[in-house]
């Protein structure tokens, strides 16, 4: 080392851990010999987002089923390597700088989706982690059960509706499911009942680290016809109110829970609409003119204009109603 590149060294800051560092050729080894599923290195955030923004994932891994994802679990623990769940990447956010670490999606390959019980009344459906939420809620109205026909349209995996306790309409994922799969850590599977599940608006406690495997959801045998209405209903009003035609994250902010019980709550679109935000453009990225709690990325819209937005509504917000509003989304990876 020449004394200018030794002072360089010890004077310029010290450089974050940068795409594919992580990933030595030992680690790549050991993904070629022991997982099975399949691996994508260098992956742009870009295919595998609603909003399709993201700078790159070190690895982008499919695992087959639960052995594979344990392999996985198994590698990062023991090479000190993040993992990240993406799920289908609706309602995720990625910075432009990427992930580093494993990032992974459990689909194609945990997407069973069948009837495990049938009572007189009802019947009893199990879901696997990457199952679409659609898939359920079509599931549901081929067998006519009805529960989950306002979920329609809710973009997203089994596994992410879960674990955010997803909703629509007055219906939320805690109102039907039974029993929910997870792997631990530890790399132990657990099944939890509805007792033992602690739901709150937008939100499922799990045991740090933990994945959702599956779910067991209980829908009442109805009427087909009815079923379809319905499931025909939520989607036109989708359609009529939300910006369906640009890539997006879906819903952006929580709507504010009410303090007092009986209290209307608000709607997080109505309060930024109110608030004279709407199409307010920032790089590639716009507050929707259709729906103010939706931000749709026009044209190769970067993650910073989309935070950037964030924080500006809720800025504005504050300032003028004094709400505070909270994201719904997740946010991963670097600056
Ligand atoms: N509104 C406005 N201006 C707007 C948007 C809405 O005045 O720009 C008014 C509407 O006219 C309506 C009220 O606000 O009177 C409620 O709007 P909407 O029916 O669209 O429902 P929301 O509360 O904004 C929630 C969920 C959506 C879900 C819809 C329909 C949250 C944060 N959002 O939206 O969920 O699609 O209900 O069920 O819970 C999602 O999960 O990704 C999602 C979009």
Request: net charge neutral; hydrophobic share 40%.
């Amino acid at each position: 080392m020449t004394w200018q590149e030794e002072m360089l060294k010890k004077w310029l800051p010290k450089p974050k851990v940068g795409v594919g560092q992580l990933i030595t050729d030992a680690v790549r080894d050991r993904l070629a010999r022991e997982f099975k599923g399949e691996v994508l290195f260098r992956e742009s955030m870009k295919e595998h987002t609603s909003i399709r923004i993201g700078g790159m994932a070190d690895v982008f891994a499919r695992p087959q089923n639960v052995e594979d994802l344990r392999v996985l679990l198994k590698i990062a623990n023991e090479e000190n390597i993040p993992f990240t769940f993406l799920g289908w990447g609706s309602n995720t956010l990625v910075r432009d700088a990427g992930i580093r670490g494993f990032v992974v999606a459990l689909m194609p390959g945990f997407s069973k989706v069948e009837v495990v019980a049938d009572e007189a009344d009802t019947m009893d459906v199990m879901a696997e982690a990457g199952v679409k939420i659609g898939a359920l809620v079509e599931l549901s109205r081929e067998k006519s059960l009805t529960g989950v026909e306002a979920l329609i349209g809710i973009p997203g995996s089994i596994g992410g509706a879960v674990v955010m306790n997803a909703g629509a309409r007055g219906v939320e994922i805690k109102d039907v499911v039974r029993e929910v799969t997870i792997l631990t850590l530890e790399g132990e599977i657990k099944s939890i009942s509805r007792e033992k599940l602690e739901f709150s608006y937008r939100h499922l406690k799990l045991p740090r680290g933990a994945a959702v495997l599956s779910a067991v959801f209980r829908l009442n045998k109805g009427n087909q016809e009815e079923i379809q209405n319905q499931i025909r209903q939520y989607q036109l009003k989708r359609a009529e109110t939300q910006p369906l035609n640009f890539p997006s994250l879906g819903s952006v902010f929580k709507n504010p829970q009410p303090q007092k019980k009986n209290e209307v709550p608000l709607s997080a679109g109505q309060i930024i609409d109110e608030a004279g935000l709407k199409n307010i453009r920032v790089g590639g990225a716009r507050i929707s003119e259709k729906h103010g709690n939706f931000i749709v990325n026009e044209k190769d819209a970067k993650a910073k204009d989309v935070l950037v937005l964030i924080n500006l509504v809720k800025e504005k917000v504050k300032e003028k109603t004094g709400i505070q509003l909270e994201t719904e989304v997740k946010v991963l990876g670097e600056e």
